[in-house]
Structure formats: C-alpha cells, structure tokens
C-alpha cells in the first residue's frame, strides 16, 4: 500500500482558508440547517456583542464555545436555529458618543438633549460591524446574521417585557438588595464586565474610623479598611458577640488612660 506524501511544510492557515472557501462556495452552514428541517428543535441565540467596540481575543475564545454545542446538536439530528444578534445598549455604547462630543459628565449629555445623544449611540452601534463579520466568517462561526435581532427594535424589547410578565404572573419575581458598583460620573450602575474594564493596579491609603454606638455615650468602635471608597455605601458594622474586644479611654488631649478588655452584646 503506498501513501501520498505529506509535506512537513504546513500551511495551516491557508488550509482553514481554503476549508472555509469551500464551505462558503457550497453554502455548507446553510444546508445543515435545511437538511434537519422537521427535525427536533434546538435554539441558539446568541449574547449579543457590542459592535461599536472592535472583536478582541476573548471573542474568539467565547465564540468557539459557543459554536460548539450546535454543532453537536446538528450532528446529533437536531434543527438548530442559531441567531446572532447585536447589544445596543449600555455603557460601551454611550462612552464611545461622550468621547466623540468631548463630553465629562451626565449633565452635558442633559443638556445636549437626551433625544440627540440616543440618536447618535444609535447611529455608531455598527461602527466596526464588518469587523465583526470578518471576525465571524475567519473563525468559522456559524450563525445567522441576517436576521440579527437588535436590542433598540421595538421588537426585541417587547418580547423582554412579555418574558417578565410571565414571570410576573407565575410569582417568580421578587423584590431584592444586592451590593453593585456604582459609578458617580454616569450616575449608574456598572456591570463587573464594566468595571474590569478600566482596572489597574492602583495604591490606596488605608484608613481609621470611628463608628458612635447608639446605647453607649462618648464610645465607639474602631474600624480599620483598605478600602476607604466603599464607606459611603455602609449600613452596619460586623462585630461578634463571642470575641474580646478592647476598650481605650482617652483624656481630652487624646492621651491614652487605662485600657481593658470589653465584650460587645446583641
């Protein structure tokens, strides 16, 4: 038995290339789905990226996991419905339209006209959409863009709305407290996606503060933090009722009196 020879030279990205040329000349990705047509149903739709931002690295590797269950759902028989979709709202939005006014603050965004400014965040969602589309066809993603769904349409907001209503009307909403950062500038929330974008290694001073008990006149509780910028969003003070504590009396020029231990109830 003879063998053809294989080059040890390798071209690996031409061969993809190549792969993915045929496949687009064959029209492959839309005939897995005409072929398991009454077929059950497996649906796919994509979170949606931002596309005013240019695709990263970690698209890439978010987007392989995402096409590999359909495609095993495909290969297991399965209809698979795979919609791509677009998120148009959201910080990564609006910042990018602040940068292009020159703007610093919520206000200016006031006073420009709230009207005005969506109209442009509307209009620089797709700024880097080709990229996008390059990005999808190069790795092999396949999922349907022509009928991306778009979260500014009418359409896709109602269908949110009507999802919460039926959770309404099943009684599987209910009203909760939850510890978010919070940022004073855009006067909103952030997501942790948000928030890591702009981290960096910073140095903060750690700080002191006293903290009055309610039943104990002329005493408090001190509290050391490394991180000074959460107090304004403090609403109590942990301390429990099995640990010793210490008590430091001070005279009125703040020189250290007597100190002895001290146990804190309730």
């Known amino acids: ?54 695709p990263g690295v970690h698209h890439v590797l978010a987007r392989a996991f995402k096409d590999m269950f359909p495609r095993y759902k495909i290969m297991r028989g399965y209809h698979v419905s795979r919609r791509g979709g677009w998120d148009t709202h959201g910080l990564p939005v609006e910042i990018e339209v602040e940068k292009q006014l020159g703007f610093n603050n ?7 006209g709230i009207d005005k400014f969506n109209a442009l965040c509307k209009k620089s969602v797709f700024t880097y959409i080709q990229d996008w589309e390059r990005l999808t066809d190069r790795i092999a993603f396949w999922v349907d863009l022509e009928t991306a769904y778009v979260t500014y349409e009418n359409e896709y907001m109602e269908s949110v709305w009507w999802i919460l209503k039926n959770f309404w009307d099943k009684d599987l909403l209910f009203k909760g407290y939850k510890v978010v950062p919070y940022c004073p500038r855009c006067g909103t929330p952030l997501s942790d996606h948000e928030v890591a974008l702009g981290y960096e290694e910073v140095s903060d001073p750690s700080v002191f503060v006293r903290m009055p008990l309610v039943d104990k006149p002329d005493t408090s509780l001190l509290v050391w933090t490394t991180t000074p910028w959460t107090l304004p969003g403090n609403v109590a003070v942990a301390a429990a009722p099995n640990v010793d504590y210490v008590t430091i009396e001070r005279d009125n020029d703040g020189t250290k009196r007597k100190t002895h231990p001290s146990q804190i109830s309730g």
């Open 106 to 112: 919520k206000q200016q965004i006031e006073e420009y």
């Open 1 to 54: 038995m003879t063998f053809r020879s294989v080059s040890p030279k390798l071209d690996v990205s031409s061969m993809e290339e190549n792969i993915l040329k045929l496949w687009n000349k064959r029209d492959i990705f839309k005939k897995t789905i005409e072929q398991r047509q009454g077929k059950p149903e497996y649906v796919f739709y994509e979170g949606p990226p931002t596309a005013n931002g240019r």
